[in-house]
């Protein structure tokens, strides 16, 4: 069976240091990759998504950015964060353009 | 602006009652999806539902998607405290388009 996993689950980090967050799913090739963010009262947002290794396309300009190193891995990353960087964020994946599949999140607290 | 407006952005009820809450649009829609997240975790997928006017039912939740595919709602009847969380709208735009997520709606089932 397929499953997604996401760490760490909760992350504090100050101002201006950097982020790295992975996900990686097993049990299926060639995934569509996602990464979104929750912030209270706004929904999913998505930020990025792959439909293949080296294949990044950006939703929304950011201070963040992401890669896919292999065909199952999709890492989310920022060299400065923002206050504004602070929110729940969350992987997924999906085989076609159907249902999402996530990950339990990362809840990243910028001070 | 929203491209999927869900209403009410918050249910309180107490165990036994029904409830509905809707998902609406102004566009149409190839498929649409219902997900519940609980806290700290990701969405999990309750339905899809891909023709106009297809009614689906899963134990005591039923999903309707409007004849103009346009629209949704997710009717729970006999409320449990399990039924607790937020419940998030998604479409699909075309047979490539990512999805798109509405607000959510939170619900809670006092006992």
């Known amino acids: 069976s397929q499953t997604i996993h996401q760490w760490p689950a909760t992350l504090v980090q100050p101002v201006g240091s950097p982020l790295s967050l992975e996900c990686t799913v097993e049990g299926t090739s060639n995934p569509n990759l996602y990464w979104y963010r929750q912030a209270a009262g706004r929904g999913l947002q998505l930020l990025f998504y792959s439909v293949g290794i080296g294949q990044i396309s950006s939703e929304v300009p950011q201070n963040l950015s992401a890669s896919r190193p292999q065909d199952r891995q999709f890492i989310l990353s920022s060299k400065k964060l923002l206050l504004s960087d602070s929110g729940f964020y969350l992987c997924?994946?999906?085989?076609?353009?159907?249902?999402?599949?996530f990950g339990n999140g990362t809840r990243l607290t910028v001070t | 602006t929203q491209l999927l407006e869900q209403s009410p952005q918050f249910l309180s009820i107490q165990e036994g009652e029904n409830l509905t809450v809707y998902c609406n649009s102004s566009?149409?829609?190839?498929?649409l999806q219902w997900y519940r997240q609980e806290p700290g975790e990701g969405p999990v997928l309750l339905v899809t539902v891909v023709t106009g006017g297809e009614v689906k039912k899963l134990k005591r939740l039923t999903f309707q998607f409007g004849d103009a595919r346009k629209d949704s709602s997710l009717h729970i009847t006999a409320a449990q405290p399990g039924d607790t969380g937020l419940y998030l709208c998604?479409?699909?735009?075309?047979?490539?388009?990512?999805?798109?997520f509405g607000k959510g709606t939170k619900l809670s089932v006092k006992p």
């Open positions: 566009s149409v829609f190839s498929s």
């Open positions: 998604a479409g699909t735009r075309g047979s490539q388009g990512n999805l798109i």
């Open positions: 997924a994946w999906n085989v076609g353009r159907v249902a999402l599949h």
